[in-house]
């Protein structure tokens, strides 16, 4: 009994500790997924390769993928890249992270395995 109730506290507070880094990051996870501080689905691209320190969609992709901007200095697993423009964007184990613009209120997940390339982040 003492074992479970030490294991159940343990996994407690681990799961507060990843909590607590991705709000501090700008983002947070909500049943299952990463989402901003908004509470909008935050994706990751397969086209970006982690840890390039760069994200590769610009212009008219970034248009309908805006990137999420850090907030402070994130702690691993999060980190920041630069984009070609120059800005910051929002990182999760290295790979750059965005929302959807089609996503209209906070839980939609429209954008989620869009053409196959475009995923929500299960942290």
């Not at 709000?23 to 990751?44: P, S």
């Not at 910051?88 to 390339?117: S, T």
Request: positive net charge; aromatic residues 8%.
């Amino acid at each position: 009994m003492r074992l479970l109730a030490t294991s159940l506290l343990a996994l407690a507070c681990a799961s507060a500790s990843v909590t607590a880094l991705a709000q501090g990051a700008g983002v947070k996870a909500m049943n299952g997924i990463l989402v901003d501080a908004h509470g909008m689905t935050v994706y990751t691209f397969d086209k970006d390769t982690p840890n390039n320190g760069k994200s590769v969609c610009n212009g008219p992709c970034a248009k309908l993928w805006p990137p999420v901007a850090p907030m402070g200095s994130p702690a691993a697993p999060y980190s920041t890249v630069t984009r070609d423009d120059g800005s910051a964007q929002l990182a999760y184990q290295g790979k750059p992270l965005y929302l959807y613009e089609q996503d209209k209120k906070p839980g939609d997940r429209a954008g989620d395995n869009f053409k196959d390339v475009w995923h929500v982040v299960k942290p």
